[in-house]
């Protein structure tokens, strides 16, 4: 990772010292072995996908089971709202299409919410 400071920064043990409004350069390593967070901590989320992604015209978001209705959000790069769905409740796993035919190409983001469960998942539309 590298990035830069301008002030003060702790990483863990090791702080780092920079003159307040300058910036200080810094370059870091993780050690082997370490530990990432790599998947959604949120129950059900590991039915959740979307395909093909990247898309063109449109996309599939493929929902896990749910008592109650899904919102689907559909954010843009900057995090704005491009539109919100909801989707009815079903006791199975189920999916639903997406139109993309009507935004720019770019990277979105799909916010799904139902009980439960949160979780968002990267689109890139070509």
């Known amino acids: 990772m590298a990035?830069?400071?301008?002030?003060?920064a702790d990483f863990g043990p090791i702080p780092l010292l920079s003159p307040p409004n300058t910036g200080t350069g810094f370059l870091?390593?993780?050690?082997?072995?370490?530990?990432?967070?790599?998947?959604?901590?949120?129950?059900?989320a590991e039915a959740l996908s979307l395909y093909p992604n990247p898309a063109q015209g449109s996309t599939t978001v493929r929902l896990p089971p749910s008592r109650?209705?899904?919102?689907?959000?559909?954010?843009?790069?900057?995090g704005r709202v491009v539109?919100?769905?909801?989707?009815?409740?079903?006791a199975k796993a189920h999916a639903t299409g997406l139109d993309l035919h009507?935004?720019?190409?770019?990277?979105?983001?799909?916010?799904?919410?139902?009980?439960?469960?949160?979780?968002?998942?990267?689109?890139?539309r070509h």
């Not at 990035?3 to 003060?8: F, L, Q, R």
């Not at 769905?85 to 079903?90: E, N, Q």
């Open 3 to 8: 990035g830069v400071i301008g002030g003060p």
């Open 28 to 44: 870091a390593t993780l050690p082997d072995g370490l530990p990432l967070a790599t998947a959604d901590a949120d129950p059900g």
């Open 68 to 78: 109650s209705p899904t919102t689907l959000t559909l954010l843009d790069a900057r």
């Open 83 to 90: 539109w919100t769905r909801t989707v009815a409740p079903s």
């Open 102 to 124: 009507s935004l720019a190409p770019g990277i979105y983001a799909v916010q799904i919410q139902t009980t439960g469960i949160r979780a968002v998942r990267r689109l890139a």
